[in-house]
């Protein structure tokens, strides 16, 4: 067990993977940087990605398998749908998942409707990275957290783990899943590390992590958002209100039983996302709740969610759109007094 | 001097692909006024020479992607015909048991990795295949078919960029039939031809006779084996004409009938090989290779239509590999 | 602190769910020193005594003589003079066994009490895991993680709190894991906190996990009830209302269903047109009220009381050369299938067609439909019976009964065909009725949901009596071919092997390998004759071959 950052569990996951398997590449914009600079040294890592998370890999797997492209989403996603529906297994880099709106044909009409498509003939071992979440100024074109919009999406899955042991081994299973997978890395998460193992392991998508057990109320939430209800959820503790926090780490496949399971133990929900303010993926767990739990209820269900509006630029204006602790704390409140 | 490299069973092989591919979309165009086939049909009748020629210098293993017209490509890599028909009339034995239809037919068997409902659609998965190969250093190579409409989408010109950055082994092949749906490429491609366009992108790029098999033939041979040598990416854009409409059911109003008359008669691409093949092939077993493809045709469509309708249990099947 | 220390029911084998308090063999406030025996405990098959895991007071005795606990409870408790009542009080409770008011009046969880006024089950009291995020995973949910669940890696198996008002847990259900089985969180709280051993019951969630609705139902199947948290007493089921008048019943079902009140639009009917039957509404008062009336409880159930300790004897058929022999007696149950089948045996004549058929197209249906489907886990054996009800349809002299008596035989228009289920007590061959109209995720859904209730006991006999054609199938067990005895007034039963893969020549003459299924219809020969057998047979093959056709 060792301490281990959000970026080096993801690092370390995609090493884990290319070291079991030699058809694993990766694919995108400055993974190792400086192709093409003057620096006469050319055994330099200019970037290791915008947020340091491939330092490293170019220099252990070289050229062949960490591989540089020029800022082209749509060929980046689209090369390696290809490659991967022609036997690689490729782990590709939006950057910013953002960008998803440059490249979401190979996405959306490519990669996750070929299996249907072609008769459950082909098999697309795709992961597709991107960085989402608000909170560090970014504004309205790098912070978005469009997981909902995949999560609607047939025939891809969706990773948005809260944590470095998460993310490591739900990546690693990830890469070795046979479908293509959206994996969502939130950017405030990056430098928070836990207790991580420190040889490879792998989570199976699909089933939700209970990081804190409770008896009163359930606040199902993913990434950042998981954290910051487990933070309310220990100072509410203090005052006598056990919570429950669900975090699903995946929304497709979504652990439903997993979510409508604490539901029904403890009668009050309280969903906190930060995907959208309409059709978001609390509007989605909502009405799993509504439709096939809704006798286990004691209070009407509570979202946390953003205003429906870009995420904002300016400090206060952009806490005001993040659906923080404050705003998770006052719905448990509501709820639990409701 | 193309023709004297080809032994006479090379040349028999390519007219029956493109007799079949003829054949094959004659009938649908019938068919498919009877109103038994759901969704679009594009056929591909008029630009059979370049399938066929491209294609002939192709394994088994080697990737193409195509577009919506798609039907050619798939006879020329090898598809089955009944296999195809099926699927055109959704049936659950067909080439994708009901589910893709006429735009999505694949058959990664025979390395064909999809007819493609997105205009530009298939490039950049065609460079995917190419790293592929690049990258388990095995020789093949990937080509894509897209259309002159197609030259137009960002997607298509990322793709020859990352080709040509990552020296892949690829060929683009641009079918310029003269209209994208409705509009003209003289309207619509703004540079003076698709391959002066492509060669900007910095790969060897020719435009070529697409009604003419040899000219096509020659062209694939030179690019193709440049891509398996390591000689990284090339564009042949290849000209013809499409003998229906953009999909069944258009009047095609920017033609005249009798100017269509006037294209069939002089670029047929059959016509023009029966002619070039004059002396070397004999007409009467060019003629017998017709009616068979008509009978395959045949069989092929009546077993369709006697075969079994997917079940409908079926619609939630094929979506993941595990879930 | 001093330390306590608690004296559990033990785990003395894999089979030992329960123990009987027999004797406290040192006072209520005696001293005791470490290692010595303090109580006597017997399971059904060993005695034994319990030793102090250290030296000090018994401060409690909470097991009762003569009760029987399940493994796991908390029965007794030693600690210092100086630990103060408290302490104890607190430890009992942590320990989730049902602590009484004063010293040594605890009632501890005896199995099939239902004493608690609560309502909340006190299991859930265990601690939290309460560490940073990490929660356990490695191929399954709950497998331990780092700093993570400690009630999952806990040394001691939190003691089964009694069950709520409203909760019964069969016997069946009972017993305690090793932690291996995948399970929900709260799916492993509520059989922890109610001694269900989550082995014994049929989960569907993905990757073969437990849910709360997986127990709730095989719970229910068993006859038994089992409420969870906020969801009580019922399970998420609407009302059943409205107009019940054109319901299909039988007239006594209709009088009884009326009698108690119970809308006929909620019963599950098991009868010949899905007519709702006497046995359908007892089955329905039992699983909802507890209360069933004598006959609702199926015959399957009796071999389960039946069942006595075996008794071991000198005499009868034992040998005299010193081998002691064991003399167990025949369940009811068990009597029923020595006779049934001992008859068809003597009376009928039985011949044997044996063939093969290539599956490697039918495992990859099989396949492509689990993957396509979170719901489905269809098996092998459920493909065949789909075939199999194909293939009766086009040789319908297979599909029938016959009545020697009356030297009739009745052949039938549908299949009700009958498969056979091993239970703990025997074979069983509950029916999926029309088979030859379902479809595969159905015949699935029904064949999991009989082989439950088979296991349970709770089958009403309209749904092991009258098939049309039975499928025995022993392929679980690696078996490469066997012969059934046929089950009558049947006239005809299958046989399924293991599929193993085989090398046949294809067309050319080279080997290639093929995945083979055997199959073998025993037939009664004073009805059917060699060549009709040949033709069920071959359709079979045909069917399973061309596995489309089980769609058509």
């Known amino acids: ?338 | 001097m193309e023709l004297s490299e080809l032994s006479k069973e090379q040349l028999l092989d390519a007219y029956r692909k493109m007799s079949e591919i003829r054949a094959f979309e004659d009938r649908l165009h019938k068919e498919n006024t009877g109103g038994d086939i759901p969704g679009f049909i594009h056929l591909y009748a008029g630009e059979e020479a370049i399938a066929v020629g491209v294609c002939e210098h192709l394994t088994p293993a080697d990737k193409i992607a195509s577009t919506h017209r798609g039907h050619g490509h798939c006879i020329a890599k090898g598809s089955d015909i009944e296999g195809m028909m099926l699927e055109i009339f959704g049936r659950k034995e067909g080439l994708c048991h009901g589910k893709g239809g006429s735009m999505h037919i694949a058959d990664l068997a025979t390395g064909m990795l999809g007819a493609n409902g997105i205009v530009g659609g298939g490039p950049p998965i065609t460079i995917g295949a190419a790293l592929t190969a690049k990258y388990k250093g095995d020789g093949n190579v990937a080509v894509s078919f897209t259309g002159d409409g197609g030259s137009n989408q960002g997607l298509v010109l990322e793709a020859m960029n990352m080709a040509v950055v990552l020296n892949l082994p690829v060929v683009f092949v641009f079918e310029n039939n003269g209209m994208g749906e409705a509009t003209g490429a003289e309207f619509a491609v703004g540079a003076p031809s698709i391959a002066k366009r492509a060669e900007g992108f910095g790969l060897p790029a020719v435009t070529v006779d697409g009604t003419d098999f040899f000219a096509v033939h020659e062209a694939a041979g030179e690019a193709i084996e440049r891509a398996r040598t390591g000689g990284g990416p090339s564009v042949i854009e290849a000209k013809c004409n499409r003998f229906y409409g953009h999909f069944e059911g258009d009047q095609a109003l920017y033609r005249t009938p009798e100017q269509l008359e006037e294209l069939k008669a002089k670029t047929d691409p059959l016509s023009i090989f029966r002619d070039r093949t004059d002396g070397v092939l004999d007409p009467a077993e060019l003629a017998l290779i017709d009616s068979e493809s008509e009978q395959r045709v045949d069989a092929a469509v009546a077993t369709a239509r006697a075969a079994a309708l997917p079940d409908p249990s079926d619609v939630d099947t094929d979506v993941y590999v595990s879930y | 602190m001093a330390p306590i220390y608690g004296l559990e029911i033990p785990k003395w084998g894999m089979t030992m769910d329960e123990g009987v308090v027999t004797e406290w063999l040192v006072g209520d406030g005696a001293e005791v020193t470490a290692g010595q025996p303090v109580v006597s405990v017997e399971s059904s098959k060993l005695a034994g005594e319990i030793e102090a895991q250290g030296a000090g007071v018994m401060r409690r005795q909470l097991g009762q003589l003569g009760e029987t606990y399940v493994v796991g409870t908390l029965i007794g408790v030693i600690a210092d003079a100086d630990v103060s009542d408290a302490e104890i009080d607190d430890f009992v409770t942590g320990h989730g066994a049902a602590a009484g008011g004063g010293s040594g009046s605890g009632g501890g969880a005896a199995v099939g009490a239902a004493t608690d006024s609560e309502g909340e089950p006190l299991g859930a009291t265990e601690t939290p895991a309460n560490t940073a995020a990490p929660q356990g995973d490695s191929a399954t949910s709950r497998t331990p993680a780092p700093a993570a669940t400690a009630a999952a890696t806990s040394p001691t198996v939190p003691a089964p709190a009694e069950d709520t008002g409203a909760d019964r847990i069969p016997e069946q259900l009972r017993g305690s894991d090793d932690g291996e089985i995948p399970a929900t969180p709260h799916a492993l709280k509520l059989a922890q906190e109610h001694g269900i051993a989550l082995s014994k019951i049929t989960p569907t969630g993905r990757g073969g996990r437990v849910s709360v609705r997986d127990i709730q139902e095989a719970v229910s199947a068993a006859g038994g009830q089992v409420s969870f948290g906020n969801d009580r007493p019922k399970v998420g089921r609407l009302p059943v209302t409205g107009d019940d008048s054109a319901v299909a019943a039988t007239p006594i079902a209709r009088r009884l269903a009326a009698e108690n009140g119970i809308n006929l639009n909620g019963i599950r009917p098991s009868g010949r047109g899905g007519r709702v039957t006497r046995e359908d509404v007892l089955g329905h008062l039992a699983r909802t009220t507890g209360s069933a009336g004598g006959t609702a409880q199926p015959v399957a159930q009796e071999p389960a009381r039946a069942a006595a300790a075996p008794s071991s004897s000198e005499s009868g058929t034992g040998n005299n050369t010193g081998n002691k022999g064991t003399q167990i007696p025949l369940t009811q149950m068990r009597k029923v299938i020595a006779g049934r089948l001992q008859e068809s045996y003597q009376q009928s004549p039985h011949f044997r067609v044996t063939t093969h058929a290539d599956i490697d197209e039918l495992l990859s249906i099989r396949k492509q439909i689990n993957a396509g489907r979170d719901d489905a886990r269809v098996t092998v054996n459920d493909l065949v019976v789909g075939a199999a009800a194909q293939a009766l349809l086009r040789v319908p002299e297979v599909n029938a009964q016959y009545d020697p008596a009356a030297q009739v035989v009745t052949q039938f228009e549908h299949v009700d065909l009958s498969v056979a289920v091993s239970t703990g007590e025997g074979l069983i061959t509950p029916i999926v009725r029309n088979a030859d109209q379902k479809k595969i995720t159905a015949i699935s859904a029904e064949m999991t949901d009989l082989a439950t209730r088979a296991k349970a006991g709770t089958l009403g006999p309209d749904e092991f009596q009258g098939g049309t054609f039975t499928v025995s199938n022993l392929g679980m067990f690696g078996v490469s071919h066997f012969d059934a005895i046929i089950n009558p007034p049947q006239v005809a039963i299958l046989a399924v092997g293991a599929g193993q893969r085989q090398f046949v020549p294809d067309d050319d003459g080279a080997p290639v390998a093929r995945t083979r299924l055997p199959l073998t219809l025993s037939a009664d020969h004073r009805v059917v004759d060699g060549a009709t057998a040949a033709r069920f047979c071959r359709e079979l093959q045909r069917i399973l071959e061309s596995p489309s056709l089980i769609f058509a």
């Open chain 1, 1 to 338: 067990m060792t301490k281990m950052s959000f970026r080096e569990g993801i690092r370390a996951a995609m090493a884990d993977a290319m070291r079991e398997d030699p058809d694993v590449v990766l694919i995108g914009e400055d993974l190792r940087g400086g192709k093409g600079g003057i620096n006469p040294d050319k055994s330099i890592e200019a970037f290791g990605g915008v947020f340091g998370v491939t330092q490293g890999l170019w220099t252990e797997f070289g050229d062949d398998r960490v591989i540089d492209t020029p800022i082209t989403e749509s060929a980046i996603v689209g090369m390696a749908a290809g490659a991967a529906v022609t036997g690689l297994r490729p782990v590709a880099e939006l950057m910013f998942m953002d960008f998803f709106g440059v490249a979401y044909d190979m996405i959306y009409n490519q990669a996750a409707k070929f299996r249907y498509m072609f008769g459950g003939k082909a098999r697309t071992p795709l992961v597709v990275r991107g960085i989402i979440g608000a909170g560090v100024g970014a504004a309205g074109q790098h912070s978005n957290s469009p997981y909902n919009i995949f999560t609607s999406t047939a025939g891809i899955k969706v990773v948005v783990p809260s944590n470095a042991y998460d993310a490591r081994g739900l990546l690693l299973q990830s890469i070795r899943d046979d479908d293509p997978v959206l994996f969502c890395e939130h950017k405030t998460l990056y430098d928070v590390k836990v207790d991580v193992p420190e040889s490879a392991y792998a989570i199976p998508l699909g089933v939700a992590a209970y990081p804190r057990e409770g008896t009163d109320v359930t606040v199902v939430a993913l990434a950042k958002a998981a954290v910051d209800s487990i933070q309310v959820a220990d100072k509410l503790a203090a005052e006598g209100i056990s919570v429950e926090v669900v975090d699903p780490r995946t929304t497709s496949p979504l652990d439903e039983d997993g979510i409508l399971e604490s539901v029904a133990s403890t009668g009050r929900l309280v969903i906190v996302d930060e995907s959208a303010a309409r059709c978001g993926f609390a509007h989605d767990v909502a009405a799993l709740v509504a439709s096939k739990g809704f006798d286990t209820l004691k209070a009407p269900i509570q979202m946390v969610i953003p205003p429906h509006t870009p995420v904002p630029f300016s400090t206060p204006l952009e806490q005001a759109w993040i659906p923080g602790p404050e705003k998770i704390e006052a719905a448990i409140r509501a709820v639990v007094e409701a």
